[in-house]
C-alpha cells in the first residue's frame, strides 16, 4: 500500500520569503505521479504542481517548484516570493500511472504573515 | 467552461438517517470520483465511476453507493449515517479512466450529523 507522509502540520514565513513545504512517500510501484494540491478557505482542492516519476527534471510553474528525489522517496514543494494568497493547506499526493486513485497525506497549514 | 459543480454546499443530518450528494463533471469529462475530507485530514478515496459503473472503491463501508447518470453527473449516497460521516465530501472528475492525473475537483459538500 502507498503511503504519503507530511511532517509539518502548521508552517509560517513572512510575505516575500521562501519556504520549503516536506514530503515524504511509500511505495513498490515505478510508475507514478506526485502532486502538491492547495486548498484555501474557500475548499476548492486546486493542482499546484504535478511530477511524473519517470522524469528526472523537476517540475516548476512560476513560483512553485519542486525537489523529487526518487530514491529517497521525498517529494518537497518551494514557493519562492510566497504571497498573502498562499496562505492555504497543501496537501502532497500520490497516484500510481493509469489509475485515477490519489493518495492524500494529512497536509501542512501555511500562513503567510503580512 | 462550467467547472465541477457540486450540491448542495452543506447539509446537517441527523443519525441513522440517509443523506443524497451530487455533483456535475466539468465539461467534457465522463469519469466521477468522490473522496471523503475529515476534519483536519487529508481526502480519502471512496470510489470512482464510468460508464455508469463502479470501477474503484477504496475502504469504504457498502452503507456508502453511488450512482451515474447518462449525462455523466453522479450522486453519492450514504445510509444509516453515523457521527463519524460528518465530513467535506469532495468530487472530482476526469476524461476517461487512468486519467487521474487531470482530475479537477469540486467545491465539496459539507455534511455535518448529529
Known amino acids: 500500500a502507498q503511503t504519503v507522509t507530511q511532517s509539518q502540520p502548521e508552517m509560517s514565513v513572512q510575505e516575500a520569503e521562501t519556504v520549503t513545504l516536506s514530503c515524504t512517500y511509500d511505495?513498490?510501484?515505478?510508475?507514478?505521479?506526485l502532486f502538491w494540491y492547495k486548498q484555501p478557505p474557500s475548499r476548492q482542492m486546486i493542482l499546484v504542481i504535478r511530477?511524473?516519476?519517470?522524469?528526472?527534471q523537476n517540475a516548476t510553474e512560476n513560483r512553485f517548484s519542486v525537489n523529487f528525489q526518487k530514491a529517497a522517496k521525498s517529494f518537497s514543494l518551494k514557493i519562492s516570493d510566497s504571497q498573502l494568497g498562499d496562505t492555504a493547506m497543501y496537501f502532497c499526493?500520490?497516484?500510481?500511472?493509469?489509475?485515477?486513485?490519489?493518495?492524500f497525506g494529512k497536509g501542512t497549514r501555511l500562513h503567510i504573515l503580512p | 467552461d462550467a467547472g465541477v459543480t457540486q450540491s448542495p454546499t452543506h447539509l446537517i443530518k441527523t443519525r441513522g438517517q440517509q443523506v443524497t450528494l451530487r455533483c456535475s463533471p466539468k465539461?467534457?469529462?465522463?469519469?466521477v470520483s468522490w473522496y471523503q475530507q475529515a476534519l483536519g485530514q487529508g481526502p480519502q478515496f471512496i470510489f470512482q465511476?464510468?460508464?455508469?459503473?463502479?470501477?474503484q472503491r477504496g475502504n469504504f463501508p457498502d452503507r456508502f453507493s453511488g450512482h451515474q447518470f447518462p449525462n455523466y453527473s453522479s450522486e453519492l449516497n450514504v445510509n444509516a449515517l453515523l457521527l463519524g460521516d460528518s465530513a467535506l465530501y469532495l468530487c472530482?472528475?476526469?476524461?476517461?479512466?487512468?486519467?487521474?492525473?487531470?482530475?479537477?475537483f469540486g467545491p465539496g459538500t459539507r455534511l455535518t450529523v448529529t
Open positions: 511530477q511524473e516519476a519517470y522524469k528526472q
Open positions: 511505495t513498490s510501484e515505478n510508475n507514478y505521479y
Open positions: 499526493a500520490f497516484m500510481k500511472r493509469r489509475d485515477d486513485k490519489i493518495i
Open positions: 472530482a472528475s476526469s476524461r476517461g479512466t487512468g486519467q487521474g492525473y487531470e482530475q479537477y
Open positions: 465539461s467534457g469529462h465522463d469519469t
Open positions: 465511476y464510468y460508464e455508469e459503473e463502479e470501477r
